[in-house]
C-alpha cells in the first residue's frame, strides 16, 4: 500500500486534492494539489490575481532566497516560511462532492463492429531493444492549432484529424467520425461505460466503448453542477481547451467533447497500462533500473518540451500522472493545473542561417497559445523559426565548404521557445513535488516543471522523493531549505545524480533548463545516446499486458435495473422510453 500524500494550502484560494492509496480503480497514492481558486489563469494576470501580500514570504526573506549567490538555507527565515504555509488553509478535496446524476442514454450501435482498439501512433518498432541511441537528427514536434473536437457543434465535428497528424491514421477516429456522419452529434449514449478507472479532484474517469465499434476510450466525465459550486469549471476549461491543442504521441489525443444538460465529457485515449507509481511499485525495490528511467524521463521530457513549446507549463508532473500506453510508451495526464501563456521564440545563439533566405522558414512553429494568462517579459528577438536542438558553436571559419554534402545541413540559430520566463503567482503542485519558489510565493514560471522533473527523475531511481518529511508541513520546509542528498542505494550512475542536481538546483535562475528550456536538459550526459527523434519507435522497458475489456462489461442495454458495478456504475429505473445512467461518484 502506497503512503498517502498530505495536502496544505493557501486559504480561501487555496484547495487541495486528497490523494487517495492505490487500488485498480483509482490513483495510487496520489500526493494533494493545490489551487488558488482565484488564481485561475487563462484570463487574468496572474499577477494580478496572485497570493495576497498578507500571504506572501515577508520581502526581506523573499529578496535574500531569490539572491543567486545564496545556497545556504537561511533556517531563521525557514521559519518564517513555515509560518507562512501554516498560514495556508486547506480545503480538503471534497470527492464526494459529485451528487447521483440521471442523464439521458439511448443506446445506439454502430452497425459494422468490426474495428478493433486501435494501436497507438508511433507503436511501430525499429529496434529489438531499448536502444535509441542518437542519430544526429532533431524531433521536431509540430504544433497544432487548437483544434476544435467538441460535439457541441456540428461545423467543427469533422476538422479533428486535419490538427492531429500524428493520429491521421487511427481506427478511433474513423469509428467516431463514422457515427457523426450516420447521427450528427456524438453524446454520452453513443459508449458503453465499461468501468471507473480513477476519480480525479474535477471528475471520473470511465473506461468507455463507442458502442458496438471495439474502439476503446477514457472518458472524463464532470459534473456540471458540482463544478459550478466548488468554482471548477475554469480549471475544467482549461484542461479541455489544453487537450484540444495537442497532438503529440507522449500527450493525451482528446477525440471528442460533449456536453449533457448534466455532464461535461471528455473522450480520450485510454492508457491500458497503468501510471508510473503503480508501476513503480512492482518493480524490485520499489524503483525503476537506470535503463528504464532514461527512457520514462526522456519520453516525459519530449512531452514537456512541446507542452512549453505550446506556451503550457504542466506544473503538475509526477509518476501518478504519468500513464502507460498500450505499447508501453508514456502519455501525460491531467492537465486541469496547467498553466497558459504567451510564448515568443527568442534567439539564443545567432548563426550564418540568416543571411540564407532558403533556409528561413525551415522549421517554423507557431507557438500555440491559447490565451494570454501570465507575463512574458520581452524577449531579445522574437522568431517564429526554431529548432529545438541547435547548436552553433563552430565559427564561420571552421565550416566545410558549401559543396561538401555531409555539410548541406548546417548549424542553425538556437532559439528557446519555452516560456522561460513566464510568471505566476498560484500556489500549485503536490507538496514533495513543489517548487520551492512555488512554496516562497514569488512567482514562477516554466522552470517549475524542470524542478519537477527533477522530483520525478529522483523518484524513478530511488523509490522515493528526495524531501519527504514527517509530514506536508516539514516536506514543504525541507524542499525549500534541506539540501539535496542521495541514498547509497540504488547506487545510480553519475550522470543521474549530476543531472538531478542540476534540476533541483533551489534557486530557479541557476537551475538547468531555466535559460534554454528543454535543449539545455536534453544535452546533459544523462541523455547521451538517446535518439531523440525515434524514442516513440524503441522498446519500452515494459509492455502492459492486454487488458480483457469486457470482462464484467455493462451497458444500459445488457444490465439489469439498479445492478451496481464496480465501477460505481448504476442503472437506474427507465424514464419515458430512455435508459437512464446514474453516475455513482465517489
Ligand atoms: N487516458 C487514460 N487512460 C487510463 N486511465 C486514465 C486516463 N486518464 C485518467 N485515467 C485514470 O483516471 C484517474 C483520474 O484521472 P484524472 O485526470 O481525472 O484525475 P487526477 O489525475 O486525479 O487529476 P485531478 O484531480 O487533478 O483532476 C487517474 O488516476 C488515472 O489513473
Redesign the pocket.
Known amino acids: 500500500m502506497a503512503s498517502t500524500r498530505k495536502p496544505s494550502g493557501h486559504g480561501a484560494e487555496v484547495e487541495a486534492?486528497k490523494r487517495s492509496s492505490s487500488n485498480s480503480s483509482?490513483?495510487s497514492a496520489?500526493a494533494e494539489?493545490f489551487e488558488p481558486m482565484q488564481l485561475q489563469r487563462s484570463v487574468t494576470n496572474p499577477r494580478a490575481v496572485g497570493i495576497p501580500e498578507s500571504k506572501r514570504l515577508p520581502e526581506s526573506f523573499r529578496k535574500r532566497s531569490s539572491d543567486p549567490a545564496v545556497c545556504k538555507p537561511d533556517f531563521s527565515s525557514l521559519s518564517t516560511v513555515l509560518e507562512h504555509v501554516d498560514s495556508l488553509t486547506i480545503d480538503e478535496k471534497k470527492t464526494s462532492g459529485f451528487g447521483s446524476v440521471k442523464t439521458s442514454s439511448a443506446s445506439a450501435k454502430l452497425s459494422d463492429g468490426t474495428s478493433s482498439l486501435g494501436k497507438t501512433s508511433g507503436s511501430a518498432k525499429l529496434s529489438g531493444r531499448l536502444d535509441f541511441m542518437e542519430s544526429g537528427k532533431s524531433s521536431i514536434c509540430r504544433g497544432s492549432t487548437s483544434s476544435d473536437v467538441s460535439d457541441e457543434s456540428s461545423c467543427s465535428s469533422f476538422s479533428s484529424t486535419v490538427n492531429k497528424p500524428h493520429k491521421a491514421n487511427d481506427l478511433r477516429w474513423e469509428a467516431i467520425q463514422a457515427v457523426r456522419v450516420r447521427d450528427g452529434l456524438l453524446g454520452l449514449s453513443h459508449f458503453r461505460l465499461l468501468k471507473r478507472?480513477?476519480?480525479?479532484?474535477?471528475?471520473s474517469?470511465y473506461l468507455s466503448e463507442l458502442s458496438g465499434t471495439k474502439c476503446y476510450f477514457?472518458m472524463?466525465v464532470m459534473d456540471k453542477t458540482s463544478l459550478a459550486s466548488r468554482k471548477k469549471l475554469l480549471r475544467a476549461q482549461t484542461e479541455r481547451e489544453i487537450l484540444q491543442s495537442l497532438d503529440h504521441p507522449f500527450l493525451?489525443t482528446l477525440y471528442t467533447h460533449f456536453e449533457t444538460e448534466k455532464f461535461s465529457c471528455l473522450v480520450?485515449?485510454?492508457?491500458p497500462g497503468g501510471?508510473l507509481h503503480t508501476l513503480r511499485q512492482r518493480q524490485p525495490g520499489k524503483h525503476f533500473s537506470e535503463q528504464a528511467v532514461k527512457f520514462y524521463i526522456a519520453e516525459s521530457l519530449l512531452a514537456l518540451e512541446y507542452l512549453h513549446m505550446l506556451g503550457i507549463v504542466y506544473r503538475d508532473l509526477k509518476p501518478?500522472?504519468v500513464?502507460v500506453r498500450e505499447d508501453g510508451h508514456i502519455m501525460l495526464?491531467?492537465f486541469?493545473?496547467s498553466l497558459r501563456c504567451l510564448v515568443s521564440p527568442t534567439l539564443v545563439k545567432s548563426a550564418a542561417i540568416e543571411s540564407d533566405p532558403l533556409r528561413k522558414n525551415v522549421y517554423c512553429v507557431q507557438p500555440a497559445c491559447i490565451e494570454p494568462s501570465c507575463i512574458q517579459p520581452s524577449c531579445t528577438v522574437p522568431t517564429t523559426c526554431f529548432s529545438p536542438r541547435l547548436f552553433s558553436s563552430k565559427s564561420k571559419k571552421d565550416r566545410k565548404p558549401k559543396n561538401d554534402t555531409a555539410n548541406q545541413v548546417r548549424p542553425l540559430p538556437e532559439l528557446v521557445a519555452e516560456p522561460t520566463d513566464a510568471r505566476s503567482m498560484s500556489f500549485v503542485g503536490t507538496h514533495e513535488y513543489l517548487a520551492p519558489e512555488i512554496i516562497k510565493g514569488e512567482g514562477h514560471g516554466s522552470a517549475v516543471d524542470w524542478w519537477t522533473f527533477g522530483i520525478f527523475l529522483y523518484e524513478l531511481l530511488f523509490g522515493r522523493t528526495p524531501f519527504k518529511g514527517s509530514g506536508n508541513r516539514q516536506t514543504l520546509f525541507n524542499v525549500v531549505g534541506q539540501p539535496l542528498r542521495f541514498p547509497e542505494t540504488p547506487v545510480v550512475s553519475f550522470a543521474a545524480r549530476d543531472l538531478i542536481r542540476g534540476l533541483l538546483m533551489k534557486e530557479p535562475q541557476q537551475r538547468l533548463g531555466f535559460k534554454r528550456g528543454a535543449t539545455e536538459v536534453k544535452q546533459h550526459p544523462f541523455f547521451e545516446g538517446v535518439n531523440w527523434a525515434l524514442i516513440r519507435c524503441a522498446t519500452p522497458p515494459e509492455i502492459p499486458k492486454p487488458v480483457e475489456l469486457e470482462k464484467g462489461a455493462v451497458s444500459v442495454a445488457e444490465a439489469p435495473s439498479s445492478q451496481k458495478t464496480a465501477a460505481g456504475l448504476v442503472l437506474n429505473a427507465q424514464k419515458g422510453s430512455d435508459n437512464y445512467l446514474e453516475f455513482d461518484f465517489f
Open positions: 486534492q483509482t490513483k496520489k494539489t478507472l480513477g476519480c480525479g479532484d474535477i471528475g474517469v477514457a472524463k493525451p480520450m485515449e485510454f492508457c501510471d501518478e500522472n500513464l495526464s491531467d486541469d493545473l
